[in-house]
């Protein structure tokens, strides 16, 4: 519908207000260009451009658009000519728009400039090398504006589309040190969503953690993102989350830090969970971690119990043979294995516990430590067609393999019945039976969410799975992670993504596609 004979009209107003917005009614852009040259407000040129724009989206005056907002770019005030950028996007000259942008910022920058950084970048899609070329300009800025406003393209461009990061995840982990709290906690938004994937910034979550001045954290809503020790809403100490993500990437450098934490007066409740993952590379640390263990009550101290197994086993068996065997406690033997077999007594006992949890969790100990396969294939057993427990059961019989094979025809059962993927692996592992295919190709079309599951279990089966390569092709092909939502953000998302493609390379090796 076109404009009413009035709207024009109100292009020359003497309210700069009411010319701004009658450019939003609008819908002739020769009257929109035309009122230009003559508008003397720089917000009012602005929205006259944004209006032009917003028409040729909708293919109107799409054919001479792109040249008049060319032109808009000469224009004095940086506003107009930002909005011009934002117009263009995404036939904008990625370098140009950057340079446009870094000027602007280092003049007058207005809070319009985070919209025009965003929409450049979304309009960019899947051409990840120009956003990533457009936010690391911006992220090499010493004006803290244009750092901010890059952010949070940069972490919908990371948790969204697959690219080569590293440089700008590296400038994520350099604005740890910068001094101001919100440019900090949005970095460590998006650097805590990479797990290992953060490796790219561990040289500037270091130097921040480093160069900190305060270690630990006076409150929960305290306003220092890279203590050392933060506190939980109840008060109580926890790792902090930067050293939490230098941990998580598995740089060494988070130990000396770890060592700092174990031997502070407060102890972090949470340490054990980042101790482990070293395993022996954190070793020296095993007698500090003893001596504050009974500190420690509950989850907390089977935690670092559970840490303390993984760096150093010969020191935590004695502790945990004095442990009730709860689930967590036979988690933490079946991590050990053979040299924790002295507990298989203790353990077998529990195979017979009424709570499945625990009896499966006995199981996978007794077979981590030398039990008999029979005795722990029968608690399995015991639980497929359980529709809560079976997938734990599942997996166990899986982790049997060829010691399991009695109970394959129940798994062929689940198998007709539920479409079950556990079933689908575990046939495989315990009989090398590949009927299960099709319920996993079936599954990979239907439920995204799904694939890093079908893809680990394709990268099991190796060339047994090779009437997989149409959908291995496709997925290895895409540009946007499978489980993208322009709705949700899943904390772990990124981490799911990065694991099927892991997985889908390891399928491909198997196959001869690598």
Known sequence: MGALPMWPALLTDPDPWVRAESATLIAEPAVLRGRFPDEP?????????????RL????????????????????????????????????????????????????????????????VSEALEDRVVERVTLLTGLLREAEPRARLDAMGPAADLVQRWRGSYDELIGLVGDQLSDGRPLLRDR??????????????????????LIGTDRRVAESPDAEESVVWIRRWTS?????????????????????????WVLRNDELARDVGQFLGPFGERARHLAPVALGRLDELR???????????????PAAAIPLILVEPMREDTLRVLASIGSPAA?????????????????????????????????????????????PVWQGRATEGLGELGEHATGSAEKLRGLL????????????????????????????????RRARPYVAETWALMGTGAASARPLVEVEVAARRRHNADPTVVGADDIRRDEQLLRALRRWSDANGHG
């Open 235 to 259: 008060g109580e100490p926890a790792v902090g989350v930067a050293l939490a993500c230098l941990a998580g990437t598995g740089d060494e450098r988070a130990l000396a830090m770890l060592e």
């Open 342 to 386: 002295e507990a298989l007594p203790m353990v077998r006992g529990a195979l017979t516990s009424a709570d499945p949890a625990t009896a499966m969790a006995a199981a996978g100990a007794a077979h981590a430590l030398g039990g008999d396969p029979a005795e722990t294939e029968a608690v399995y057993d015991r639980y497929l067609g359980d």
């Open 41 to 53: 407000e720089a917000f009012v040129r602005a929205s006259l451009v944004a209006a032009v724009a």
């Open 298 to 312: 509950g989850k907390n101290r089977r935690e670092l119990l559970h840490g303390l197994a993984r760096i150093d």
């Open 187 to 208: 970095a460590l938004g998006l650097l805590r969503r990479l797990g290992e994937g953060a490796g790219p910034a561990a040289d500037g979550v270091h130097v921040a």
């Open 416 to 447: 007709a019945r539920w479409d079950d993927l556990g079933a689908a692996r575990a046939l495989w592992l315990v009989a090398g039976d590949a009927s299960g295919l099709d319920v996993l190709e079936r599954t990979w079309q239907v439920n």
């Open 56 to 119: 040729a989206r909708h293919g109107v005056g799409a054919d001479t658009a792109q040249e008049w907002l060319a032109g808009v770019l000469e224009d004095d005030e940086p506003r107009v000519r930002m909005a011009a950028v934002a117009g263009m996007a995404p036939a904008v000259d990625v370098r140009l728009a950057r340079d446009l942008l870094v000027g602007g910022y280092r003049g007058d920058a207005t809070a319009e400039f985070e919209t025009v950084v965003r929409t």
